[in-house]
């Protein structure tokens, strides 16, 4: 992301879109360990409760006054009780009345115990003591793995309050209506709850990977960031479908393949229309097709090129200057045993160099065999000569040359050419790439007349609308060859019907005589 950039609500949403089904995927994973965590490694908890009033008197003399409604003395002594029923001396006396009830197994598995006895911290840690808002109420929460067992922790304690705050204060009594019940429904955990949290906290974090490695990511993915941060005209986007599974590779696709998708053949029309204008106001007519790296698709764009120019009618001549790593004889499947390196080094003429293609307007120059010094050849006078000659005798000079920011070859061609044409990779390419591209082509004074983007990754919409688009022939190349043979099959029909009625009514009429010569006859 570019420092002068901000992002909006917009930007977060189409990125979080674009990445809608990690987000899923970490929803459902989330949720889904959650869940198995809850269900399976967490024991259930069983809790209890009881409820407890507390009761003011006064002493006068040797009567007692039972005060029953006086409800702030109560208040007052309230927060007073909580602290005598927290203490470890009563922690102790329950934990000996529950030992009594029950089993060492039961009590183990729920409480610190040992040497017979329960520690009052564990004990003191299960049971929470709170008052009711606005009540002389306490309440008496007990939560263990044995529901039976909590239950018992708040009716001991219930039973043996009087007798601790009676000895640790002496005023007002404590009383409880009911005892505490079993329920054997567990408290926690709270498997829907935690379900949910565990997918929603996954589900955040991948959003906030998902952000991260997209404001770091520096790659160029749309035409937006080379118009608005370099300045430059895009000549045209091709669409991401040449990639091959087993190999890994980008394939060498061109338009002369039978199944190149409509949309892809369009596009290059497209970039063919903006070359030509952007040709239009130079004498020279050669034009480099390179990119800043290797495996952006250089290659095959200029391929592409040269042929929907060859197409239109333009007689043009395909060089593949890369001499470090020459493709163009693949793509076209054509010898290179000579090409451009036997021409620079004086060993063969152009002429016997430069071989046919498939489009009788076509004609390429391979990039012969590898030359110890490329970049010299490349700066030398017979450069210059090859593509004087050539200009004469072609309209258009496409040089599929060396990627800039990997070596000089690129540049030594500046003199002799209109321009050149950028291929950016989207995903790929870098902000650093492309700006590292322009800088030297600027310094060598090269204008880069466009980019052309590679790999660019449509929306659904715009696939099935360039899918039918083609289909049913409205611009495609080969709409006149499907309708000339319905027209041819529909006359051979109308000729067929028009031969079998006249053979019809030659029978009748050869009938009608043959019947009045019989009556003759008779």
């Known amino acids: 992301m570019n420092e002068n950039e901000q992002i909006s609500l917009k930007d977060l949403f189409v990125l979080f879109w674009s990445h809608l089904w990690i987000l899923l995927l970490a929803l459902a994973i989330g949720g889904g360990g959650a869940y198995a965590y809850t269900k399976y490694m967490i024991e259930p908890q069983y809790s209890s409760h009881i409820s407890m009033y507390v009761q003011t008197y006064t002493v006068t003399g040797n009567q007692t006054d039972n005060v029953y409604n006086d409800i702030n003395k109560s208040k007052q002594l309230i927060n007073t009780y909580i602290q005598v029923l927290k203490d470890d001396a009563v922690m102790d006396s329950v934990g000996a009345e529950l030992c009594k009830q029950f089993d060492e197994s039961i009590i183990a598995d729920s409480f610190a115990y040992s040497n017979g006895k329960i520690r009052a911290s564990s004990l003191a840690s299960c049971i929470a003591i709170s008052t009711v808002t606005d009540t002389s109420a306490i309440k008496i929460v007990a939560t263990t793995k044995d529901p039976k067992l909590s239950a018992a922790v708040c009716n001991v304690l219930c039973d043996q309050a009087n007798d601790f705050t009676d000895r640790a204060i002496g005023v007002g009594e404590i009383k409880s209506i009911d005892t505490a019940k079993v329920y054997p429904h567990p408290v926690s955990p709270n498997i829907v709850k935690n379900t949910a949290m565990g997918g929603i906290a996954l589900m955040i974090l991948a959003a906030f990977i998902i952000f991260l490695i997209d404001f770091f990511d520096t790659t160029i993915k749309n035409s937006d960031v080379v118009t608005k941060r370099f300045q430059k005209a895009i000549l045209g986007e091709i669409d991401d479908i ?145 593509l004087e000659k050539a200009s004469e005798e072609f309209s258009t000079i496409i040089i599929d040359s060396p990627p800039v920011n990997v070596v000089s070859d690129t540049l030594n061609l500046s003199p002799y050419v209109a321009g050149m044409l950028s291929v950016v990779r989207c995903g790929f390419t870098t902000d650093d790439d492309l700006k590292a591209l322009l800088n030297k082509t600027e310094m060598a004074h090269m204008e880069v007349l466009g980019c052309v983007l590679t790999r660019v990754k449509r929306k659904k919409s715009n696939k099935y609308y360039y899918k039918h688009y083609g289909k049913y022939g409205y611009y495609s190349t080969d709409s006149n060859e499907k309708a000339a043979p319905a027209e041819e099959k529909a006359d051979e029909t109308k000729i067929e019907t028009t031969e079998e009625k006249k053979e019809e009514q030659t029978n009748s009429k050869q009938d009608k005589k043959n019947k009045k010569k019989d009556k003759k006859k008779k």
């Open 242 to 386: 040449a990639v091959s599974k087993k190999k890994k590779t980008e394939e060498l696709v061109t338009l002369l393949h039978e199944n190149t998708p409509f949309n892809i053949v369009e596009s290059y029309k497209s970039i063919r229309t903006n070359i030509t204008f952007a040709l239009s106001t130079s004498e020279k007519k050669a034009l480099i097709v390179s990119s800043a790296n290797p495996g952006e698709g250089k290659s095959t764009t200029a391929a592409n090129i040269a042929i929907t120019m060859a197409d239109e009618g333009q007689k043009v001549l395909l060089i593949d200057a890369d001499m470090r790593k020459p493709t163009q004889h693949i793509i076209f499947d054509v010898k290179n045993e000579t090409g451009l390196s036997s021409v620079l080094s004086k060993m063969k003429t152009t002429e016997e160099c430069i071989q046919k293609t498939a489009l009788p307007t076509l004609s390429i120059l391979t990039s012969g065999p590898i030359p110890p010094n490329p970049s010299e050849l490349l700066s030398s006078p017979q450069t210059a000569a090859l």
